[in-house]
């Protein structure tokens, strides 16, 4: 049984360490047959973007020890799908020169130190092909290029008018290094270099929350035209994101730029899991019973015309089930992020928005146009780039899609429970911060007065405002109504406590033995109309199981009994007699 690599990204890991590997070395001849000169693919987070990139390294790079010798990879790709290529592709391996970056260090609080990590991503590329120095291709001026980017990392940006002085300085010579470095490269090796960028929006993405967006999108743009645009040293390039950024003018003038989304064709079985590769997962790890399990938490995403399978998610639930003995699927995707779309939705939700996610958490389906160009910049200004930017990052999926004139519309959908899970919990953390600024004293008073109906009415004013996720639970109720009664002055609410024969639902103390506790029994109903039959029912349960009685055995002065009953979003209450 082989080792999983939970967490591992880069493919020689795999191969060299023998760990489970998911065969996607087709993707090296997919690219080389279906992609341009510049390439991008957008594909939601931990879904092997990372991995990807690394494998087409490993193919591609003509790479050398620490004694200027040329390393053989070619056992890396040994017993592997992309042997069975043609010569042509396979002549290809080892024979460029490439650059590998992946911008995620460029998550950060400020311009300066995002900027001072992308420095140093691309610094450390330089310092990896450092055996330029040695080179009697390069003049005097090449080689003082390459070390004065070499420098650079030396320091660090200080809050001051110097510290903003180096930071020009540096965003000058950073702007244009990769470029730069392709040309020393290929006057070196007289071939054209292989870019691979990786995580290109993350910069972006950080610094539209952070807010220093236009400095970072200008950086971005001066960089990847240097790079991809009016680099004549270009042989390919390959870069992976959660979005495409084109209205940025960052893609501006590329004129073989291949754009594949969620929604695109081809490569399709690059990223991810498909239902054939899952299976044999699970069957290798003896999980195959587990398997409609997996579909029901995992599966779901559409890239193209295949199904996929969450691939970060399922690792994680084969290295649970076998390494940890873990009875149940866990949300591993969704724990990897802060999910801050989601909360903005819910939280800005209109009335409308909050119908759209009652169907959707119900089940079903919602159309929306689909434009692929959204910015960051572009998220906030309607609902429907909201939904744009779910869609293509991962937290919705298409069902179908039709054309309207110039216009694209995608029926979609939650994929799997996995993500049903991330909106319930938003939706539920954003209605318990609803519930603790709403004033209760209204309530206190109606409960000290025994008047039912104004109890009734005032649960259900507070449950008007939330989004149903709750599919009529008895548990969600009872929780709703406990956090109501938490805070009510001179009593103790204390659920499923035993008293009588039975555990009623709630019941409130109080602090002083003369006052009287008060009784709560929670029933739910599917319909309306059988809402009054709740009340009845939970009335035969405070007597049949004589809570009344536990409360006054413990010597309480008297015992008052409400039944609750909850349908949907409405509530009415009733006084036991």
Same mark, same amino acid.
């Given at each position: 049984m082989q080792r999983i690599g939970m967490g591992y990204e880069f493919y020689k890991r795999f191969v060299d360490e023998k760990l489970y590997y998911v065969d996607k070395t087709l993707l090296i001849r997919d690219v080389v047959e279906q992609g341009g000169t510049v390439t991008l693919f957008t594909r939601p987070r931990r879904f092997g973007k990372t991995l990807a990139l690394t494998t087409l390294q490993t193919f591609f790079e003509l790479e050398y020890d620490y004694d200027g010798n040329v390393v053989d990879n070619a056992r890396y790709f040994t017993g592997k799908k992309i042997m069975e290529a043609s010569p042509e592709i396979l002549a290809m391996q080892g024979q460029y020169p490439v650059l590998f970056m992946t911008l995620k260090s460029a998550k950060q609080p400020n311009f300066k130190n995002a900027f001072y990590q992308l420095r140093n991503v691309i610094a450390s590329e330089v310092d990896r092909h450092r055996y330029l120095l040695e080179s009697e291709k390069l003049n005097d001026e090449d080689k003082d290029k390459i070390r004065t980017w070499l420098a650079a990392t030396l320091h660090s940006y200080s809050y001051d008018e110097e510290g903003d002085r180096e930071l020009e300085k540096d965003i000058g010579a950073f702007a244009t290094a990769i470029g730069d470095l392709c040309k020393l490269l290929k006057k070196h090796h007289d071939k054209n270099v292989i870019i691979l960028i990786d995580e290109y929006d993350v910069p972006l993405e950080n610094a539209y929350y952070a807010g220093f967006y236009r400095q970072m999108v200008g950086f971005i743009r001066s960089m990847f035209e240097s790079a991809l645009k009016t680099n004549t040293a270009l042989e390919r390039a390959i870069i992976t994101g959660c979005l495409r950024i084109s209205k940025e003018s960052i893609f501006t003038g590329l004129n073989n730029l291949v754009i594949n989304s969620v929604r695109g064709t081809g490569f399709s079985e690059g990223f991810g899991f498909t239902q054939e590769e899952t299976e044999a997962m699970l069957a290798a790890y003896g999980l195959s019973e587990k398997t409609e399990e997996v579909r029901k938490w995992y599966n779901g995403?559409?890239?193209? &015309?295949?199904? %996929? $399978? &969450?691939?970060?998610? =399922?690792?994680? $639930? =084969? $290295?649970?089930? /076998?390494? *940890?003995? #873990?009875?149940?699927?866990e949300p591993y995707w969704a724990n990897t992020s802060g999910n801050a779309i989601i909360k903005d939705l819910v939280e800005q939700a209109d009335e409308e928005t909050k119908e759209e996610l009652e169907k959707l958490i119900a089940g079903g389906t919602i159309e929306k146009r689909i434009h692929e160009d959204i910015t960051y910049d572009d998220i906030y200004q309607s609902r429907e780039n909201l939904w744009n930017f779910l869609f293509f990052t991962g937290y #919705?999926?298409? /069902?179908?899609?039709?054309? *309207?004139? *110039? *216009?694209? @519309? =995608?029926? #979609?959908?939650?994929?799997?429970?996995? %993500?049903?899970?991330? @909106?319930? &919990?938003?939706?539920? &953390?954003?209605?318990?911060?609803? /519930?603790?600024?709403t004033s209760r004293q209204d309530l206190y008073a109606a409960i000290l007065q025994k008047d039912a109906d104004t109890i009734g009415d005032i649960l259900t004013d507070i449950l008007g405002k939330t989004i149903s996720t709750f599919d009529s639970s008895e548990f969600f109720y009872h929780g709703f109504l406990h956090s109501m009664l938490t805070e009510m002055p001179r009593y103790r609410a204390r659920s499923n406590r035993e008293a009588g024969d039975g555990r009623p639902d709630i019941v409130l103390y109080p602090n002083r033995p003369r006052d009287p506790a008060y009784i709560f029994e929670v029933k739910t109903r599917k319909k309306f109309s059988e809402m009054n039959d709740g009340l009845l029912e939970a009335y035969r349960q405070i007597e049949d199981k004589k809570y009344e009685e536990g409360i006054l055995d413990e010597g309480y002065a008297g015992a008052i009994s409400f039944g609750i009953c909850f349908c949907k979003k409405a509530c009415i209450a009733g006084v036991k007699a």
């Amino acid at each position: 049984m082989q080792r999983i690599g939970m967490g591992y990204e880069f493919y020689k890991r795999f191969v060299d360490e023998k760990l489970y590997y998911v065969d996607k070395t087709l993707l090296i001849r997919d690219v080389v047959e279906q992609g341009g000169t510049v390439t991008l693919f957008t594909r939601p987070r931990r879904f092997g973007k990372t991995l990807a990139l690394t494998t087409l390294q490993t193919f591609f790079e003509l790479e050398y020890d620490y004694d200027g010798n040329v390393v053989d990879n070619a056992r890396y790709f040994t017993g592997k799908k992309i042997m069975e290529a043609s010569p042509e592709i396979l002549a290809m391996q080892g024979q460029y020169p490439v650059l590998f970056m992946t911008l995620k260090s460029a998550k950060q609080p400020n311009f300066k130190n995002a900027f001072y990590q992308l420095r140093n991503v691309i610094a450390s590329e330089v310092d990896r092909h450092r055996y330029l120095l040695e080179s009697e291709k390069l003049n005097d001026e090449d080689k003082d290029k390459i070390r004065t980017w070499l420098a650079a990392t030396l320091h660090s940006y200080s809050y001051d008018e110097e510290g903003d002085r180096e930071l020009e300085k540096d965003i000058g010579a950073f702007a244009t290094a990769i470029g730069d470095l392709c040309k020393l490269l290929k006057k070196h090796h007289d071939k054209n270099v292989i870019i691979l960028i990786d995580e290109y929006d993350v910069p972006l993405e950080n610094a539209y929350y952070a807010g220093f967006y236009r400095q970072m999108v200008g950086f971005i743009r001066s960089m990847f035209e240097s790079a991809l645009k009016t680099n004549t040293a270009l042989e390919r390039a390959i870069i992976t994101g959660c979005l495409r950024i084109s209205k940025e003018s960052i893609f501006t003038g590329l004129n073989n730029l291949v754009i594949n989304s969620v929604r695109g064709t081809g490569f399709s079985e690059g990223f991810g899991f498909t239902q054939e590769e899952t299976e044999a997962m699970l069957a290798a790890y003896g999980l195959s019973e587990k398997t409609e399990e997996v579909r029901k938490w995992y599966n779901g995403y559409l890239f193209g &015309n295949t199904e %996929i $399978y &969450n691939p970060w998610s =399922v690792t994680h $639930y =084969v $290295y649970s089930k /076998v390494i *940890d003995g #873990m009875q149940f699927p866990e949300p591993y995707w969704a724990n990897t992020s802060g999910n801050a779309i989601i909360k903005d939705l819910v939280e800005q939700a209109d009335e409308e928005t909050k119908e759209e996610l009652e169907k959707l958490i119900a089940g079903g389906t919602i159309e929306k146009r689909i434009h692929e160009d959204i910015t960051y910049d572009d998220i906030y200004q309607s609902r429907e780039n909201l939904w744009n930017f779910l869609f293509f990052t991962g937290y #919705m999926r298409k /069902v179908s899609e039709r054309e *309207d004139g *110039d *216009d694209v @519309y =995608v029926a #979609m959908r939650i994929p799997n429970l996995e %993500i049903k899970s991330i @909106y319930r &919990n938003q939706i539920r &953390n954003w209605f318990e911060g609803i /519930v603790r600024r709403t004033s209760r004293q209204d309530l206190y008073a109606a409960i000290l007065q025994k008047d039912a109906d104004t109890i009734g009415d005032i649960l259900t004013d507070i449950l008007g405002k939330t989004i149903s996720t709750f599919d009529s639970s008895e548990f969600f109720y009872h929780g709703f109504l406990h956090s109501m009664l938490t805070e009510m002055p001179r009593y103790r609410a204390r659920s499923n406590r035993e008293a009588g024969d039975g555990r009623p639902d709630i019941v409130l103390y109080p602090n002083r033995p003369r006052d009287p506790a008060y009784i709560f029994e929670v029933k739910t109903r599917k319909k309306f109309s059988e809402m009054n039959d709740g009340l009845l029912e939970a009335y035969r349960q405070i007597e049949d199981k004589k809570y009344e009685e536990g409360i006054l055995d413990e010597g309480y002065a008297g015992a008052i009994s409400f039944g609750i009953c909850f349908c949907k979003k409405a509530c009415i209450a009733g006084v036991k007699a």
